[in-house]
Each structure stands twice: as C-alpha cells, then as structure tokens.
C-alpha cells in the first residue's frame, strides 16, 4: 500500500478519547459517572441494525452510520441539549472534512459521505440509525432510573421523538419490562 497512513493512525488515537468523552446531559439527572460516547455509539449501532432488520433497511449500513454518528464530538465534547441553547451547534460535516484530512481519499471520502447521509436524514438506513440514537438513549435512562437517577426526562423526550414502526415497538416493549428480565429469564426465574 503506497498511502502515508500517518492521519488514519492519528484519527484511530483521536477516536479512543471517546472511551472517556461522558455524555454529559446524565450529570443533569445526577448521574456521576454516565456512560460515555463510545458506549453510547456502541449499543446505538447494534439496536440501529437490528431496528433497519425489522423495517427492510440494510442492517450493516445502519449500523455503520451509527458507529459514525457522534465521531465529531472528539472535537467538540458532548454538549448536550442545554449547552445547545448557548451556544451555536458545531458543523457534523465540516468537523468531519477536518478529521479526515490528509487520510487515503478512498477512505476519507467514505466517511464524509456516512456523516453526511447521517445528517441528511433521508436514506432509510439513516433514519433507523437516528431512531437508534433516541431509543439507545431511553434504554439509558430507563437503567439509571433503576439506579435511582431521576431520568424520567430523557425516557420521555427520547420515546416522543422515535419515528418508524420498529423502534415505537421496541420503546413500548422496553418499557414494559425492567433492565434485569434478560438475567432473570436466563436463569429461569420469570
């Protein structure tokens, strides 16, 4: 391979910070040590594809465009919905055009266009990826509210903005249920 992989190397280091990125609207719910991005991205990309499965869409392709959906925030931090009322929304795509620069073109341009249908919002794929995002985040909270966190906004707020058929469903029966029904049915006890 003829490339200089010396941005890609930097941008694999970048991404780990998500690691230790929090999601910093929990501290809102007094959540002291909240999840962070990558943890975040991580269930978000599996329930994406399973939710394009359930609607016809491609399930890889959904779950690529989640594993990308908050990458940008490596440079910016997680601001969440309050700090947004301050102060201006970064650019998805421009900070992405940042991150890649210098990468392969092959592959830089891969990633712009995955950010850019993300945020287009349009393909189906994307639009199982974003409910992806909003129902990863009612799961979240509906596991802090367990823990005695008051999170009951974010259950409420993510659960009004769910748009296909699939992720409705999957909200009404996660709330139905409680985060340990998966143990105990395991181990034969519901």
């Given at each position: 391979m003829a490339d200089d992989l010396s941005a890609v190397a930097r941008?694999?280091?970048?991404?780990?910070?998500?690691?230790?990125?929090?999601?910093?609207?929990?501290?809102?719910?007094?959540v002291r040590d909240p999840e962070s991005v990558a943890e975040h991205s991580w269930r978000t990309a599996l329930i994406a594809s399973v939710i394009a499965k359930l609607e016809g869409a491609d399930p890889a392709k959904a779950a690529f465009l989640a594993v990308w959906h908050d990458s940008q925030e490596t440079r910016t931090g997680d601001v969440n919905h309050?700090?947004?009322?301050?102060?201006?929304?970064?650019?998805?795509?421009?900070?992405?055009?940042?991150?890649?620069?210098?990468?392969p073109?092959?592959?830089?341009?891969?990633i712009r266009e995955v950010v850019a249908e993300y945020e287009e919002k349009e393909s189906p794929e994307a639009v199982c990826a974003r409910d992806a995002d909003k129902l990863e985040c009612m799961i979240q909270g509906i596991e802090y509210r367990a823990q005695g966190y008051d999170a009951q906004r974010w259950i409420d707020n993510s659960r009004g903005r769910l748009t296909t058929k699939t992720a409705n469903e999957l909200a009404a029966a996660v709330l139905e249920g409680a985060p340990l029904d998966w143990l105990r049915t395991v181990m034969g006890e519901k």
């Open positions: 941008f694999l280091y970048e991404a780990g910070t998500l690691k230790q990125t929090k999601r910093t609207g929990w501290w809102m719910a007094g309050l700090g947004k009322k301050y102060a201006p929304s970064a650019d998805p795509e421009a900070i992405t055009a940042d991150q890649v620069a210098g990468m073109e092959v592959l830089a341009s891969a």
